[in-house]
Nanobody
C-alpha cells in the first residue's frame, strides 16, 4: 500500500486545514487508518484514528473538539479536518494504515505510512 498525504500548508492561528491521505496499490477499506504528527525535536505522537467502516473514532486529548477524522472507502482516502488551529499543532502529519480493523494510539499498530505533510500554524 502506498499512501499519499496532501493538504498541509501555512495557516494563522484559529484557521482551518483539511488533510487528505489517498491509499493506492491495495485497498485499505478493511483496516483502521490513523494520523500521527511529529514536531521538530519531538517524538511522533498519535493524533486520531478511525475504524475500517468509520464507525469508531478516537482522538488525542490535545485535539479533541478541534480535529475530525473521516474516511471515504470508495475513494480509499482518509481525511483530517483541522479547525481552530493552534501554533502547537505545527508538525509534519503522517497518515497510516492499521494492522487490524480497529485503530490504536500506538504507532506499532500501523503497518504502512505516508510521507508526511507539513502543517505550520503561525501565531
Amino acid at each position: 500500500v502506498q499512501l499519499q498525504a496532501s493538504g498541509g500548508g501555512l495557516v494563522q492561528a484559529g484557521g482551518s486545514l483539511r488533510l487528505s491521505c489517498a491509499a493506492s496499490g491495495r485497498t485499505a477499506s478493511a483496516y483502521a487508518m490513523g494520523w500521527f504528527r511529529q514536531a521538530p525535536g519531538k517524538e511522533r505522537e498519535f493524533v486520531a484514528t478511525i475504524s475500517w467502516n468509520g464507525g469508531t473514532t478516537h482522538y488525542a486529548d490535545s485535539v479533541k473538539g478541534r480535529l475530525t477524522i473521516s474516511r471515504d472507502n470508495a475513494k480509499n482516502t482518509v481525511y483530517l479536518q483541522m479547525n481552530s488551529l493552534k501554533p502547537e499543532d505545527t508538525a509534519v502529519y503522517y497518515c497510516a494504515v492499521g494492522r487490524s480493523a480497529y485503530g490504536s494510539d500506538q504507532a506499532t499498530a500501523y503497518t504502512y505510512w505516508g510521507q508526511g505533510t507539513q502543517v505550520t500554524v503561525s501565531s
